[in-house]
């Protein structure tokens, strides 16, 4: 079973005190790349929730968004840190002793200054945990419904261009006879030429077939066709993107080869449009987990 690496999916639950709702964006990539991006106040659950994506991801570049609304005022604000803002008030009120100053606007001022606020530190709660990790999940099985779609086209694609390449095969396999003929008829023609005892009939024989056997396709043709039909049958596995692509660069040195020795005209047509599936079939596989 065939699935894309492009895809989405989200989902969203509420509890007592928040809404979460988390979105899955991919696309496609040779290995795995997390993006995970997570309110600051659950920061902490970040080595956790990276440890169970990259289980559930596989492959492909992945953006994870978490999203939080908090339904509470404690929870919607960053509280004040205490000692920097004691820290900042007697140091201010300090310098406007020294300096004369009016002390009566310093509170007004401490607003602006860095490090006021902090965000809580979240505990460990045992439910939130529970409802972050549900709604993922959540999340990734409507992600997975998308990839899951996407890799149906991809491999009905994939299974059209490889039935053509063994549909050309096939014209190649008609066609072949018909080289080997017009080699032999070529090479006895050129013969004709030449005065007849010059000619050892025997070895002129035994030449003829070294150079037929050169030139035979044969074993790239089984293997081709053998090829194409592991190609079929690998395409009902999972995860199977990278031994398709294996499979893909085999019937290409077949291909090649028999596009080498082939030596005529009409098959030569029918290795240029292999090769021109094949390629459609590699770049289709880029999507391919």
């Not at 009016?102 to 902090?118: E, I, K, M, V």
């Not at 939130?128 to 998308?146: G, P, Q, S």
Request: aromatic share 6%; glycine share 4%; with cysteine.
């Amino acid at each position: 079973m065939i699935r894309s690496m492009t895809g989405y999916g989200s989902a969203e639950l509420e509890s007592e005190r928040f809404t979460i709702k988390v979105e899955f964006k991919s696309l496609n990539s040779k290995f795995v790349e997390l993006n995970l991006r997570l309110p600051k106040v659950w920061q902490n659950k970040e080595q956790e929730l990276r440890k169970e994506l990259n289980r559930l991801i596989e492959r492909g570049t992945c953006q994870v968004n978490i999203h939080v609304q908090f339904k509470h005022a404690e929870d919607k604000v960053m509280p004040i840190n205490k000692d920097v803002a004691a820290y900042y008030l007697n140091e201010l009120a300090s310098v406007c002793r020294e300096t004369g100053t009016d002390t009566s606007s310093l509170a007004a001022g401490l607003l602006t200054l860095p490090n006021l606020f902090q965000p809580p530190a979240e505990e460990d709660n045992a439910e939130d945990n529970k409802i972050i990790l549900e709604t993922v999940n959540k999340a990734f099985i409507d992600f997975e419904k998308f990839r899951i779609q996407e890799g149906e086209m991809l491999q009905s694609e994939l299974a059209r261009m490889n039935r053509s390449i063994m549909r050309l095969l096939d014209e190649i396999q008609t066609l072949d006879p018909e080289r080997v003929n017009n080699i032999r008829a070529r090479i006895e023609g050129e013969l004709a030429q030449l005065k007849e005892d010059t000619v050892d009939k025997n070895r002129f024989e035994q030449e003829l077939i070294y150079y037929i056997e050169k030139l035979d396709i044969s074993e790239e043709k089984v293997r081709l066709q053998q090829h194409c039909e592991y190609f079929d049958k690998t395409m009902k596995e999972k995860s199977s993107g990278k031994k398709l692509s294996f499979i893909a660069q085999e019937m290409g040195r077949e291909i090649n080869t028999i596009g080498s020795k082939a030596n005529h005209f009409k098959i030569q047509q029918r290795v240029v449009e292999m090769k021109d599936e094949l390629e459609k079939i590699k770049e289709q596989l880029n999507n391919v987990i």
